[in-house]
């Protein structure tokens, strides 16, 4: 290690623990802090994101950046010089002020929408999300004023897979989904939607959740399951925290959301140790996170084998369940409903039509191409093309999600690349650990974690996202794998 | 106000929310925190205190000093000034290769402390507690070469409090307070000893503990009770959180500790909201705070109109307190136990004895009169000496306290000043407020928060320590009004 490159670590490492506490700074906000806490919380942030920008846009930052390429350094360094180097250049373009203004008018604009949800009212919250997109674009400007403004917003969340990667991608979901489930609504097949109905005590919900994570190898020395509003994840590989939260007449409602932080946890958890605080021990970008918890979702936990393997414990918490079979569980929580209005509770199916959705309408909204006023009405209109069903209200249209409203725009295609990748990753992993599924319903998740583990997440960074894919599964990301797997599953659920 | 004043308040408020989230961080840790955290956390911490030095003794910071010394300010502004100042000039004598040397020695220290604990084997901490004195005299050179190192790292604790005025009230209780023991060891009294002593589920005592602070008008809606191994609180205005601990077979042992800490928390919450952010919203120093968590303790929760007041409550909570009188649970809490040992086990009479040990040795051990290796038998003597007892082990002596071992030298005095102050303080209150004893016993608690708060709270650190004293009392820091008040009220339970 040459004296350059410690000093440029010890700048990395100031970086990286910064955000590392924003992010005890948000799980605290979510999970524990008092209601009026916020007044001292939101200065709190505010002071965090002036030092962040501080620190990664910092002159001398840049220098040993510069002094560094002209060094002779490992594969591993080479990949932290890449990492450090993207967000310095990116940072150093966007003055501080306009950050902090962006960042106030995220928090203002997170109110008025609650409040416009509440009274399932758009134009309540419309003039400010029209200030906040203009200051998105200015945002986008600043970094690459020749690009168009999306595809910067986009490249903040995914640095490292092509916008036509992307695109291509949900085209294609596009496409085949609409095919899958217009099969699905002609079919007299019954699948169960039952299973999970019932009463369920938030205290014994609590229980089984924590019985659920601890099946699946969860390292309480290293983690917290807790209760929020919308679940998540937080943490690092030696502190990640994962929610989910309650519904007292469904209890698919916390197993589903359990698992899925569960999948993000994993990843944290199996981070490099001794890389802690540099790009090295840090999870690649949202579609990389968002493809381990939706494998955990999907592939695990909308199994039959995990069924069989979970019902009894089920019974256990809940004896209810003694009239249920693991068969009807699987039913349950694959049910396809296409004329569900609400993405978080979509279907495996569905829910990539509702991506395609947001998709195209925050892609045409900051390039200018429509307005703000003109959301309502699109959204309906989309939402019927694709789906064939209209929303009756603003709260169950184009204020559903809080994402446009706290300013992430270019986020939404991750959480349909997320699945994709699932899919991808997983027809691997069946490839290379023998009677996969067999495991699954015998409680022995451990080798698929090692597998994980080696390939995905104890690499942090150290590749860009689409090489890590190929590196992992042969073959570039992908949609086949994913609708291959959707035409397989539900070919059979529902007799296609 | 000026330009320079704007500039220097954004600073301010820079350094000032840094310690803020310290603090969260720190009350996470105690709290939250999975095991392994703190294999993270201690990174994040160091790094915490990298940037508050950075910042604190920042040239252009120094500049802006300068320059405002020069123009008129308000009085507020002024005593901001001078607080900001104060740090500014300590922090940037300081290395900060000798700061990150001495938290990485006080984190080891900490360990070492434990483990030598457990094993009751002062030996296993001694030599690295030998370097962290020598680290801290190093310190105490840095800031002042030419004055006592004692002196230099008390005022770090209470910079506001002549060290001359400390030694004089910890010479007149290291007199008077053996002399009242004498005559209580000599008493024939009998005073109950057994009230709070049964078998208390702790979540019970939890439900308990919550209706105590709600009784004492805790908001909510700004605070938090939570659980830890040594009660303690943290926060600011809008957010603050004590913490207590439950023992099984003795009630009072979270009772006490939870006013305690709730006194602490009245000073937090009574801060001025709209100077969040810098002294002039943030608490005076540790003998203040102190008085205001041992004002609530001993001259509330260890009074017979409370004990008035909260029996009923007690009695809902656990119906065996149906056979106990007020008279014996305040006769309980006031036990005056001279062979106790522990400092935090302490009656508020021998309690002061325990701190005068502390000051002395540790004194004598930071400028160079003592070694570390005298101190387990120097302790055990003085011991013998002030209480005529002798600990029996070096758990129960020279490492019962964690301070010495965290780096907290000269900060024990701040204890017994607290309780001078509270009974200063409390004095006054009884004297301007009409009945206020009654008020207790009636649970009309408001008017002396309210008397506090606009006393002492809403001030910040507007005035100095003393100066703030002198204020709400008419007369400078003296232990005259905590001895009239032991002599008094020790008097007739010991029937003197």
Redesign the interface.
Known sequence: MTPEYEQFMEKV??VD??G??DS??TW?QEV??????????S??KA??S??KHRLISDEELGQLIKELEDQDLTGEQDAVLREIKREHEKEKKIPVELLEKISEKESECVEKWKNAREESDFSMVAPHLEELVELKRRYAEAIDPDEEPYRVLFRDYEPYIEFETMVLIMEKLEKRVPEILEKIRESDAEVDTEAFKGDFPEEKQRELNEELVEKLNFD?????LDVSEHPFTLG????CRITTRFNGENLAESILPTVHEFGHGMYQLGLD?DN??NPLGSARDLSIHESQSRLWENHIARSRAFWEQFLPTLKEHFPSFNEVSAEECYESVNQVDPENMIRVNADEVSYHLHIALRFELERRLVNGEIEVEELPDLWNDKMEELLDIRPGSDAEGVLQDIHWYWGSIGYFPTYSLGSVLAAQIYREAEEEIADLDEKISNGEFEELQEWLRENIHIHGKKFKTAELVEKVTGQKPSAEPFLDYIEEKYGELYDL
């Open positions: 490492e100031e623990n910064l590392k506490i005890i700074l605290d524990m802090m008092p209601e009026r806490g916020i007044e001292a919380r200065k709190q002071v965090m002036r030092l309480w020395r290293r983690g917290r690092n590989q030696f502190d140790q802690y605080g």
